[in-house]
């Protein structure tokens, strides 16, 4: 028996959305992405904070759709809630990206740096200060070649190292919470 597909494209999710008993949205992205843009109705718990807590959600939760940008966070939740025994979770395919293509609506507010984007910035940053340190200081364009290194390894193995660490700076982080209180904002909720 092969397991069915965990993905939900954009124009399925819409009509689950207005079904009487709607999914419940879990937005893994960090706080100031989605502060910045979210889907009505969903709630943010950020990767590292559904890791820690899949245990504790294990029975308490169903018919969970996992929302990012691109969807690849999304499927590193859903890996987690799968090993933790939650079934009945699925993934937003290609994510916040897809959800606005199809002209869905997104709730707004200001606008921020997704973490992908500072991944760039970062990255562009260490391998240019390599190059160009390298002709001033010897064996600083080791950097770059690190990077380099980095990158290929977070595309082979669809994780990213730098994301996890520019996760948790300050701005991209929200205030602690329980699995208690993601479970009782997620039971309360109602559209």
Same mark, same amino acid.
């Given at each position: ?22 999914? $419940? ?12 843009? +979210? ?13 820690? +807590? ?5 029975? $308490?939760?169903? +018919? ?25 979770? +699925? ?20 606008? $921020? ?59 991209? $982080? ?6 208690? =209180? ?5 039971? =309360?909720?109602?559209?």
């Amino acid at each position: 028996m092969t397991k069915m597909s965990p993905k939900i494209d954009a124009a399925s999710l819409q009509e689950r959305i207005a079904a009487p008993d709607p999914p $419940r949205m879990l937005d893994v992205r960090t706080p100031a992405e989605f502060a910045a843009a +979210h889907i009505p109705g969903s709630y943010n718990v950020p990767l590292g904070t559904l890791r820690e +807590h899949r245990n504790e959600l294990r029975g $308490r939760l169903e +018919h969970v759709v996992l929302v990012c940008r691109t969807g690849n966070r999304a499927a590193q939740a859903e890996r987690a809630l799968s090993q933790a025994g939650m079934t009945n979770v +699925h993934i937003l395919d290609g994510g916040i990206v897809a959800w606005e293509a199809v002209d869905a609506p997104l709730n707004r507010g200001r606008s $921020r740096w997704d973490l992908e984007r500072q991944v760039r910035l970062v990255a562009g940053a260490l391998v240019l200060t390599g190059v160009l340190g390298g002709i001033v200081v010897s064996g600083l364009e080791w950097l770059a070649v690190a990077i380099g290194a980095g990158l290929t390894i977070a595309a082979l193995t669809n994780t990213c190292l730098m994301g996890m660490l520019l996760a948790r700076l300050p701005f991209n $982080r929200a205030p602690a919470c329980s699995a208690e =209180d993601v479970v009782a904002i997620l039971r =309360d909720r109602r559209p």
